[in-house]
């Protein structure tokens, strides 16, 4: 009973980690600019398709071991995948932002942007799943009737070093500092002098990079790779971010794990097909009690 | 003549429907264009009932396609329930002879049943705002298709079909394109619904909503009352899409209303200008003549339409008549038909 109880959690925390990882860069986006990047669940697919090709680049043309390749590959998906994100900035954000137009067109420009990746991808690489190239050697440890792999321990102590990396940018360095000013007001920012459209793309690396870390670790762990994989961790990891109170980075990562656990625990005791009816429900039931999320402040209107 | 000018927009739509149901009962148009004719009437009633939301009221709802959903099964299940012989329900209820006097009430039935879901939209809507109240339509739409889904007795994700069975039963009695006749006049009764909910004094509390919401709670318009009544009759009027749909195909299941639909109902609204409603027939008719040109292209469609979209909001993001009639494009036309 306490075994598979544990066994639950660690299963909760594997999967929590991912929705954490994409949490964050919904959060950081929406904090620095108060726009929701909908295209990030599919930057996420992108990093994990950029992954699959950096891996078999260096496994069959280079020949190198699978940890030498590994450690080659996470930077090297990690800055590809934020160079995606940048783009979709360069291109389809900042001209709209420049014009000042209403952040409702940014909105949907962003859901598009999500829809060309998207499709994009099909209509490239064809509909055919792709397999992961394994790269490390699982290892499976029991301990006390609780089983675990090295990769599941790795995704989790993952998750928690990018948060705390995150918390200490935001929080100790003059680009956080930016970030956090340009989040409180953004008028007064360009007048100190702050390079705003630097700190965006900071913004916007950060995000897409460490989606692009979470599309690695999602492609070793589950390793089939679609075009559609993006769509609904995207959703998913956005309520976990709004649910956490978006804007807020403890928030997003509590919330990616709060979600973690609750659609295990769904699985784990009602058909798997409810996972969505209930995650979903959940995150109405959380948005109409509590508006903001559980971190958020609720903002005032002056007339 | 000033008799005729003001009853010439109601004896067009009747030259028109006339011609429409004409030419499809003579056959002499090709069951293609007729049903692409029926999805242009189906994707008018769509953008202009979402256009209420986020046009007029100024709301981002991007969870269309769930009403549709639950309008397109109501009105299908209660369809085949009533007048059809079919392998879940067994012999028909009724004489399948009277669906030809019931069909309305059913495609309705389905309207209202997707006006009581739109209830999970509008409850939230009265703290929630923004962003976040279109996180929670998103939901929505993943909830209805998602419950649907877990439903075995209606075919769960296999979907349901046998409407083809009503409209059998129908033509049996008289022999008519039925459907045609049904789409056409849902069109024209939402268009007309539509326009005179905006304009009328409530209406102007939808755009007082618009414009600053905390502002019109202060000048004692009951943003609640309001936003609850649209949000429901958007919704409604999507499931009497969603119905139409359903009988139009013969078939409906629960992907098919999933958020790429959602998505091309905000296209064409956006496509249209918010808060227009002849934009959004135009769009819509656009939209869908676009659709079928771009068929051929296949998977790259949905990579041209969205990029249709990015650069119409990087060069023109009020669409083709943002704010505006076509009475105020060209002035002309206001002798023969008024908006306001």
Redesign the interface.
């Known amino acids: 009973m306490l075994a598979s109880i544990l066994q639950n959690i660690i299963n909760a925390l594997q999967w929590g980690s991912f929705y954490a990882l994409i949490a964050l860069g919904y959060t950081l986006v929406y904090g620095v600019l108060t726009l929701i990047n909908f295209a990030h669940g599919d930057v996420f697919m992108v990093g994990a398709y950029i992954a699959f090709f950096v891996a078999t680049f260096f496994l069959s043309t280079l020949g190198l071991p699978g940890w030498l390749v590994l450690a080659l590959t996470i930077p090297a998906t990690m800055i590809l995948t934020s160079l995606v994100g940048v783009t979709l900035e360069r291109v389809a954000y900042r001209p709209l932002r420049r014009k000042g137009a209403n952040r409702l067109y940014v909105v949907i420009t962003a859901l598009m942007c999500g829809l060309i990746l998207e499709h994009a991808n099909l209509a490239i690489l064809g509909a055919s799943r792709k397999a992961f190239p394994p790269l490390i050697k699982e290892t499976v440890y029991t301990v006390g009737g609780v089983s675990f792999t090295n990769l599941k321990i790795g995704v989790i102590v993952t998750a928690v070093l990018v948060f705390l990396f995150l918390q200490w940018v935001v929080t100790k360095t003059r680009v956080g500092m930016a970030m956090r000013a340009i989040s409180y007001d953004k008028f007064a920012v360009p007048l100190m002098g702050i390079p705003m459209d630097n700190i965006i793309v900071a913004t916007f690396v950060l995000g897409s990079g460490f989606a692009g870390l979470a599309g690695l670790l999602f492609a070793m762990s589950y390793p089939v790779l679609e075009p559609y994989m993006g769509a609904l961790i995207g959703w998913k990891a956005f309520i976990a971010a709004v649910v956490g109170g978006i804007g807020d980075i403890r928030g997003a990562f509590l919330g990616g794990f709060l979600l973690g656990a609750v659609e295990i625990m769904v699985v784990a005791f009602f058909p798997s097909t409810f996972r969505d009816l209930i995650a979903f429900t959940v995150l109405l039931v959380i948005l109409t009690l509590k508006p903001t999320g559980l971190f958020g402040v609720a903002k005032t209107t002056k007339i | 003549m000033t008799m005729l000018r003001r009853y010439s927009v109601h004896i067009l739509l009747i030259l028109a429907g006339g011609l429409i149901t004409w030419l499809a009962y003579e056959e002499m148009v090709s069951l293609y264009v007729l049903s692409v004719l029926m999805f242009m009437g189906i994707n008018v009633i769509l953008s202009a009932s979402l256009n209420l939301v986020n046009g007029y009221m100024g709301e981002?709802s991007?969870g269309h396609a769930g009403f549709m959903c639950v309008g397109a099964y109501v009105s299908s299940l209660l369809g085949v329930w009533l007048f059809a012989k079919d392998k879940v329900f067994g012999p028909p209820v009724l004489d399948p002879d009277l669906a030809i006097y019931a069909f309305p009430v059913v495609i309705l039935a389905g309207g209202i049943a997707a006006a009581l879901a739109g209830l999970?939209v509008a409850?939230?809507s009265y703290?929630?705002?923004g962003?976040?109240l279109?996180?929670?339509t998103?939901?929505?739409n993943?909830?209805i298709i998602?419950?649907i889904?877990?439903i075995g007795a209606i075919g769960g994700s296999r979907g349901f079909m046998g409407m083809k069975r009503v409209l059998n039963a129908m033509e049996d009695v008289v022999y008519l394109p039925w459907m045609v006749i049904w789409v056409f006049a849902f069109t024209v009764f939402t268009i007309w619904l539509l326009r005179r909910y905006v304009s009328s004094t409530f209406g102007k509390g939808v755009s007082a909503i618009c414009q600053?919401e905390?502002?019109a709670e202060?000048m004692s318009v009951n943003t609640n009352k309001i936003k609850t009544i649209s949000f429901m009759v958007s919704s409604g009027l999507a499931g009497v899409a969603g119905g139409l749909f359903a009988f139009v195909v013969g078939y409906v299941n629960p992907g098919s209303f999933n958020?790429?639909k959602s998505?091309e109902a905000?296209v064409m609204v956006?496509l249209g200008g918010m808060g227009s409603l002849s934009g959004s027939v135009l769009s819509a008719i656009l939209f869908t003549l676009l659709l079928e040109a771009l068929r051929p292209l296949q998977?790259?469609k949905?990579?041209v339409?969205?990029?249709l979209?990015?650069v119409l909001?990087?060069f023109r993001?009020e669409g083709i008549l943002g704010n505006k009639e076509l009475g105020d494009v060209f002035p002309w036309l206001k002798r023969f038909y008024r908006f306001k």
């Open positions: 981002f991007c999970l409850i939230p703290k929630t705002r962003d976040y279109a996180i929670i998103i939901a929505a993943y909830i998602s419950t889904e877990n600053d905390v502002a202060i958020i790429l998505t905000l956006y998977i790259i949905w990579i339409i969205p990029l979209l990015i909001m990087q993001p």
